[in-house]
């Protein structure tokens, strides 16, 4: 299984993986209109939701949490909570999935007010075998 680290994946941006691989995604947060970075500090959750790219679909078939230890805030050099997040998608997660996902974050601070800094498609295709 392959693995991936990306380091950029931006705001409606599209992105080919292979279904089956895991893939690890670092994800940096910004405030949409000022391009500010979103402190992530005192927030109360951070949800990854990804779902079929369908304009009527409105449910997700994968959902990471902060809260149940699924996405990471990752720390500067001095130890302070930076705007990057890490989430990993497992080969057992992706295995059944083909063409293209809808993934949006959702941060919920501290008092309840809900932010979506994040959203794109995820294509997965199935990986090539050898015909030998």
Known sequence: ????????????????????????????MFESLTDDEVDLSSISNIEWFIGSASVKNRYSEIEKSLQR?????LKDEKGNFSNVIQVVLTGDETKNLQGGYR?????????????????GILV?????????
């Open 103 to 119: 993934h949006q974050i959702l941060i919920t601070d501290e008092d309840g007010n809900k932010f979506r800094p994040l959203q």
């Open 1 to 28: 299984m392959a693995t991936h680290k990306i380091n950029d994946l931006y705001d409606g941006m599209t992105y080919h993986l292979i279904a089956g691989s895991t893939e690890y995604f670092i994800l940096n």
């Open 124 to 132: 997965f295709d199935s990986a090539l075998l050898s015909s030998k």
């Open 69 to 73: 230890g699924e996405i990471v805030i």
